[in-house]
């Protein structure tokens, strides 16, 4: 029953949680922890668990968290692992717990809402409510294997929020379990309700650290037109990000995604789509107006690429041939990562800062030797430089981990952020008070001391 050696005292507390939970809801089998003391991010100094539950309903993280509160052990919450900042690393001693079988929905076209459970993957999410003809925007690149759940954490956001906003843009109310087992209620199926602090705000993006997350209600809109799609090749990464400031200062496309001559040839390699090899830049865009507005933003994306100089433009109001060009973007990370493991990086400046980071990037990975492919939401400034490395070189992997930290200092230099969309957790958490601040940063622990005084909520994550 014992996940490893374990003293007789400790096996005795994981029985008592084990007797008040159902069946199966904990796990101790060691194969098991294995598998859940990273998500995505591989931190090397994860830890083992004692055990990973995986609870179904409210009552039950209740039950999870009166016990740890009790116990003084740590609970590092878990969506469907694939976090990118280390923030559902394992802790030695400590509980993993899962919301993988939290899966209810239920989808009310009326009030144009949804009440899901957080193990849902987003991808789910979207097909439950699309059969009432209706959408639920936030659309990660890792749309299909991510949780609703661990998008909340972070605040993910995707290719459509330069015109659609991020997840918190749709959270209008939530069910939270605080570290006592308290289970709140904030917010609901309202568009508009101020009464009170803000506090379904505070818990999207905090990644685990205030409370965990059981229910959501999420604000939904018509299903999305398809629209027109306009794809632009360039021969100098500046031109394309001068082209994103001027379309972004007229009109609101859908999508303005942006993909380096790594990203292009690593996505070419695999799809063999006829990407044009020899460019510096590739631009995705598309606008989804209905009528006559929506090929007159595609003509204006079009005319201002070919103005600042593109090589080639493409333009098509053809869902498939549009969505293909979509999918070789979403693409792009795991064919980067077909040539090593990566790092990722999600910094974020002022659009007028596009060009000089991304050409910063390029001469950070000259001076440390590395391959470094930047993606971008060029349309909203962040982008997702990817530090490829073989982590069984010593010197490489300490190379990639010191660009890992200068990009966070180019983009702060720059006016920028060290996240966006994929959290602190515990691989940025080192530059989290430089970016802050002193005030700040101290606001932001006397918050989490409030909510979580004897800091069992994913400690070491975030904040």
């Given amino acids: 029953m014992t996940p490893r050696s374990i003293d007789g005292v400790v096996a005795n507390v994981l029985a008592e949680l084990i007797a008040e939970l159902p069946d199966g809801t904990v796990v101790v089998d060691p194969d098991i922890l294995e598998s859940y003391r990273w998500d995505r991010a591989a931190d090397p100094d994860a830890g083992t668990p004692l055990a990973v539950v995986r609870p179904q309903r409210t009552e039950e993280v209740q039950t999870v968290m009166r016990w740890a509160t009790a116990h003084h052990v740590a609970v590092v919450p878990r969506g469907a692992g694939t976090g990118l900042s280390g923030g559902a690393t394992a802790l030695d001693g400590g509980i993993v717990l899962s919301t993988e079988r939290m899966r209810d929905i239920t989808v009310d076209p009326v009030t144009r809402t949804a009440v899901t459970q957080p193990g849902l993957f987003n991808a789910e999410v979207k097909k439950a409510v699309a059969e009432h003809g209706l959408w639920y925007p ?42 006592d087992g308290t289970a709140v209620r904030l917010g609901g199926p309202r568009l508009k309700d101020v009464a009170g602090l803000s506090l379904t705000k505070l818990f999207v993006g ?30 100098d990464v500046a031109a394309a990000a001068d082209a994103v400031v001027e379309i972004t200062g007229k009109i609101r496309p859908s999508m303005l995604e942006f993909m380096d001559a790594t990203a292009i040839n690593a996505v070419e390699d695999k799809l063999k789509m006829g990407l044009d090899r020899n460019a510096a830049a590739m631009m995705v865009a598309a606008s989804d107006d209905r009528g006559p507005a929506g090929a007159q933003d595609a003509e204006f994306m079009a005319r201002v690429f070919t103005e ?69 939401h060029a349309g909203d400034g962040n982008t997702h430089p990817l530090i490829v490395f073989d982590p069984t070189n010593a010197d490489e992997t300490a190379r990639a981990h010191t660009a890992f930290g200068e990009i966070m200092d180019l983009a702060v230099g720059l006016g920028g952020t060290i996240t966006g969309e994929h959290g602190v957790g515990r691989l940025k958490r080192p530059w989290l008070a430089g970016y802050l601040g002193p005030e700040a940063m101290e606001l932001n622990r006397r918050i989490k001391t409030a909510l979580d005084p004897d800091n069992i909520l994913n400690p070491g994550a975030a904040i």
């Avoid at 990644?207 to 027109?228: D, N, S, Y």
Wanted: hydrophobic share 45%; glycine share 10%.
């Fill in 206 to 235: 905090s990644e685990g650290t205030l409370g965990i997350v059981t229910e959501v209600t999420l604000k939904l809109l018509p299903a999305q037109h398809r629209g027109c799609t306009v794809v632009a090749s360039f021969a």
């Fill in 138 to 179: 936030p659309d990660p690149s890792s749309f299909e294997i991510c949780s609703i759940g661990g998008n909340i954490a972070t605040n993910a956001g995707g290719l459509c929020c330069v015109k659609y906003g991020v997840t918190t843009d749709y959270v209008l109310g939530m069910q939270v379990v605080l570290a």
């Fill in 308 to 376: 600042h100089g593109a090589t080639e433009v493409f333009s098509t109001d053809d869902p498939e041939e549009g969505e293909a060009f979509v999918a070789a973007r979403r693409f792009a990370i795991p064919a980067v990562e077909a040539k090593g493991s990566l790092l990722l990086e999600d910094v974020g400046v002022p659009l007028p800062a596009l060009a000089d980071l991304v050409s910063g990037v390029e001469k950070l990975a000259a001076q440390h030797g590395l391959l470094i492919s930047v993606i971008a």
